[in-house]
Structures are given as C-alpha cells and as structure tokens.
C-alpha cells in the first residue's frame, strides 16, 4: 500500500488566555483523504484548535504545517490561499444576500486580501466577478445548492443554510475543510444528510477535519478521532478505539 500523505501536522500547539491554557501542547497528525474528528465536552479547546489552524489566534507555542510548509505565523487570507478553509460554530451567512452572493464572497476571500476587502469591492472587479461567479456555482454544485443559487439564503432552511456555510468555504477551493460543529441544531435527518455530504466531498477527494461535542455523532463518520479535554490531547486513534478509553469516558462523564 502507499505511504500514507499527511495534510496538516501540529506539533506541541498551544495558546494562553490570561491564565487559561485554551490548546496545550497539542501534537496531531491529519492524513490526507481521510475524515479527522476532533471530540471533546464543551470549553476543551475544540474551536480555539481549528482557530489556531486557521490562523485566527496566534499560537503562544508549537507549530504548524501544512503540505510540509510551516504555516505557524500566517494570515487567515493567506491560509485560505494554501488551501484551508473553515466554517464558523455559529452560521455567518449573509441571510438578506442570495445563495450565490454568499458564496461569492467566499471566492473572494481566497483571491483578494481578506473578507474586508471581499465586501468593499472596488475598482477593476469586473472580471474578478466572473471568476468568483464560477466558482461560487461549482461551490453550490458541490453541496447541492445550484438550483437555489438565486433564492434569498435566508429563506433556506436550517440544513439550507448550513449548506450555503459549506459552500462558502469550499468556493476557495480548499485542500482541507474544518467544520466547527456542522450538525449543530440540526434534527437526525439533516445530520444523516449533512453526513451524507460530508461522505461525498471526501470521496471526491478534500480532507475533512470535523469538531463535534457528541461522540455519538461522529462514530460512523470519522477515521480517527482526537479527544480534547482541557486544551489537551487525552486520546486519538479510531472511533472504537477512543469511545473504549477509560479517560475519554470519564472526560465525558464529569463534564
Ligand atoms: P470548545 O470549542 O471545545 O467548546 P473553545 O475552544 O471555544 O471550546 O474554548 C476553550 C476555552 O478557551 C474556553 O474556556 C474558552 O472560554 C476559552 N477561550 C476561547 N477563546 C477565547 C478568547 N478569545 N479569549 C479568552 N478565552 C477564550
Ligand atoms: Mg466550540
């Protein structure tokens, strides 16, 4: 079998408020193709990891590459632009802004400077337009959404609107997807959907790093899971594997 290509490496990550250690000394490994759950009960770091990778909130230590490039220090935009992109805990869809606007702005985020920008369009963006257009409808086909693209996002449903999130990140193109908790209020047959979804895309080959609170959730979804618990690391490794280790069981049961 071929050697296994590692997508995202972290090594000894960590991050200070005041007095919280928020991720400590998180090393991880996240293979390329593969679906990577980050687990762990509500405050254990999940969020503060994916904005840490994503280049949000600076690292106080460790390190973290990306296709073999340290991308410790970089922007968010220029994150974007090497293939990482995220979706947010709580939806930031532009609700009074179509479908395809919405996604637009996800395009621009990884050609222009930065989501500022991305709203403030100036000048020569004609053509910029077409581009970011393309890409957005690809986006939209992606997730199931072309045929809506015209429609007010805010008059989607839930599952609608959590669609549009998605698409917004995958119309930079990413090699590497970060969900922050994608199945959050959604009802059981929108989560079989969005799992369903989140099948596909892997299939056609992104990788998947997913942060869910319920183990349930990601059981039948993930390759392999990292368990968080006070901004450490306390177990990784399959699903069955991890919902079996003594001290995930206790993490989960004293929270
Ligand atoms: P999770 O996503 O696992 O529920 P978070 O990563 O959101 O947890 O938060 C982990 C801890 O870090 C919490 O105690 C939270 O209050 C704290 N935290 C997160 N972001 C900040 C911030 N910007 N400033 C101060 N504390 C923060
Ligand atoms: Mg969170």
């Not at 999940?46 to 690292?59: D, E």
């Not at 220029?78 to 990482?84: K, L, T, Y």
């Not at 299939?203 to 942060?211: E, F, I, K, N």
Request: hydrophobic share 40%; glycine share 12%; net charge neutral.
């Amino acid at each position: 079998t071929m050697p296994e290509l590692t997508m995202l490496e972290v090594r000894g990550l960590g991050i200070r408020f005041g007095g919280l250690d928020a991720v400590k000394d998180v090393s991880a490994s996240l293979p390329a193709g593969k679906i990577t759950a980050i687990i762990g009960p509500n405050g254990a770091g999940k969020s503060t990891f994916f904005n840490l990778i994503s280049g949000f909130y600076q690292p106080t230590s460790g390190q973290i590459h990306f296709l073999g490039e340290d991308i410790t220090r970089l922007k968010t935009h220029e994150v974007v632009g090497r293939g990482i992109a995220r979706t947010f805990q709580t939806t930031t869809i532009y609700k009074e802004l179509s479908v395809l606007e919405n996604a637009m702005i996800g395009h621009r985020v990884r050609t222009r400077a930065g989501l500022l920008d991305a709203l403030l369009r100036t000048g020569r963006e004609r053509q910029d337009d077409q581009a970011s257009r393309a890409g957005a409808m690809q986006a939209l086909e992606r997730v199931g959404l072309a045929g809506q693209a015209h429609r007010l996002a805010g008059a989607l449903t839930q599952e609608g609107q959590k669609r549009v999130g998605i698409a917004m990140a995958l119309s930079s193109d990413p090699k590497l997807l970060l969900l922050d908790e994608p199945a959050a209020g959604m009802n059981p047959e929108e989560t079989v959907n969005l799992m369903g979804l989140i099948r596909e895309l892997v299939a056609g080959g992104l990788t998947v790093a997913l942060v869910e609170h319920k183990m349930s959730l990601v059981m039948g979804l993930a390759d392999q899971i990292l368990v968080l618990h006070h901004g450490q690391k306390i177990a990784e490794g399959t699903p069955q594997a991890v919902s079996r280790d003594p001290a995930v069981i206790e993490a989960y049961l004293g929270s």
